[in-house]
């Protein structure tokens, strides 16, 4: 039986979501650690000289951020072999992904909650489809949608890690607040390198749902060859 088969077991399928976003990790390293410590230098500059809550700051961070964002995502799928040759690199492309995806969780989370966490679960190798196979945005969202079918709670399981950290962020901002015996300084740092660390093993995560899913015929030859 394939290992991300629906009647596969779960934990042997969050092993396989683990094994491979370790693997995704390992291959773009550096792009990670560079993703990770420049936007937490990014962020905490702004932080510290309180220009992060501002209009300008926000907007450069998050553009900061996107751009990133899309260049990690790219060298995931490059230096984990999972592009295809005539795959799409258009960022135009990433922004409206990232605008609909968004933009649907936060509604979905608005409404009822349940609306918000199963939209981010299913859609979350769209990204994959999009920059991996070259995939316009509506059909990589329903491809994402399409094959994570009989998966969402092994990858609600396996996305526990990038919320603890996401966690970790936000009660370095709360120890802040509280007048800790600890700098402002070092939480305002603790906390930007936890929401980055995050998103980076989102993106892992999502890269890694991506692989498993992509062609049930195919067992992973160029992720673990």
Known sequence: MPMFDPQSSVP????????????????????????????????????????????????????????AGFALCRAMLDKSGLSSITAGRSFGAYFGLCIVTGLGTVVGFLLLIVPGVVLLIRWLPAFGFLLGDGEG????????????????????????????????AGGSYVMVDMGSAVPDSVWLIVANLAIYASTAGWSAYGIAAYALLKDERNALSDVFG
């Not at 550096?30 to 209009?55: H, K, R, W, Y």
């Not at 945005?137 to 399981?157: D, E, I, M, P």
Request: glycine content about 10%.
């Open 12 to 67: 042997l399928r969050v092993q396989a979501l683990f094994a491979t976003m370790q693997t995704i990790v390992r291959a773009a390293a550096v792009p990670c650690a560079i993703f990770i410590v420049g936007m937490t230098l990014l962020g905490s500059a702004l932080d510290l000289s309180n220009q992060g809550e501002s209009g300008g700051g926000m907007i450069a961070l998050n553009a900061a951020g996107l751009v």
């Open 137 to 168: 945005v509506s059909q990589s969202l329903s491809s994402s949608w399409n094959r994570t079918r009989g998966h969402f709670w092994v990858l609600l399981a396996g996305s526990m890690m990038p919320f603890f950290l996401l966690a970790l």
